[in-house]
């Protein structure tokens, strides 16, 4: 496609409508499934990680809205925010998203058809549905491989050695609302942390740091209260022995 033509057409694409679409629990999932990489992941490549934004396959056919994706190795330009990197462009970007994931809340959302079918066609390589209420299957978690470049497989694992993450089920809170969440993890499966995650975690260490540094200033006291105490007793002893006549240097 040249350059040309790509910015004459790029104009015409809806990139935003600001349609409210997803309920409570889907848009907090959708933020755990985000922020957390930008808190905590430390990858040695540059990645964008994204919810509820519009993935174009090309300028003719609707775009579709994963819940969230994730894109290894791309840099967007924050100045100006450009049209063409308002949303995920799969020509601006150069390749496809590593990993789309979907939050199923009803039935209707085609999860298990329609989109893998073009989730597929875009040759992503893991496509991952969530299911947390057992709306398609009785399966909450299916996690999916792309094979022969045509049509996703299940994938019997995981952890996605490719991109260096791992996904589990987690029965926790967040945000006030408790539930089964998807969260993402490492190869041991240790949850990648929230910064709130990580800002409760390093002040218990720092805690745990601080009632170790006093037990052993506490102990260094204890320990020179008991040297003073030993010194003053030998100075007694010292000054008896002087008393009878009894010279302790000579002893």
Same mark, same amino acid.
């Given at each position: 496609m040249s350059e040309q033509f790509s910015k004459f057409n790029i104009p015409q694409l809806v990139t935003e409508d600001d349609t409210p679409v997803d309920n409570i629990f889907s848009e907090k999932q959708q933020r755990l499934l985000t922020e957390p990489l930008y808190s905590s992941w430390k /990858? %040695?490549?540059?990645?964008?990680?994204? =919810? %509820?934004?519009?993935?174009?396959?090309?300028?003719?056919?609707? /775009? !579709? !809205? /994963?819940?969230m994706l994730l894109s290894l190795d791309v840099e967007i330009t924050e100045k100006n925010w450009p049209t063409e990197q308002r949303s995920y462009m799969l020509w601006q970007f150069g390749k496809p998203p590593d990993v789309v994931i979907e939050v199923v809340s009803n039935r209707i959302g085609q999860e298990n058809t329609k989109k893998m079918e073009r989730y597929a066609r875009m040759r992503i390589p893991y496509y991952v549905i969530f299911d947390p209420f057992q709306e398609l299957s009785d399966d909450i978690l299916n996690v999916y491989a792309l094979l022969d470049l045509r049509r996703y497989i299940k994938y019997h694992q995981n952890f996605l050695s490719e991109i260096g993450l791992g996904l589990t089920l987690w029965e926790g809170t967040f945000e006030g609302t408790s539930a089964t969440w998807l969260r993402w993890c490492d190869e041991q499966g240790h949850l990648i942390l929230t910064g709130e995650e990580r800002a409760d975690q390093e002040k218990? @260490? =720092?805690?745990?740091? @601080? !009632?170790r540094a006093d037990q052993l200033e506490q102990e260094l006291q204890k320990a020179q209260q008991q040297s003073a105490q030993e010194k003053e007793q030998m100075e007694k002893m010292a000054a008896k022995l002087k008393a009878l006549g009894i010279d302790i240097d000579k002893i």
């Open positions: /990858p %040695n490549i540059s990645f964008l990680a994204t =919810a %509820n934004v519009g993935l174009f396959s090309d300028i003719y056919h609707e /775009p !579709v !809205v /994963p819940d218990i @260490r =720092a805690d745990q740091e @601080r !009632v």
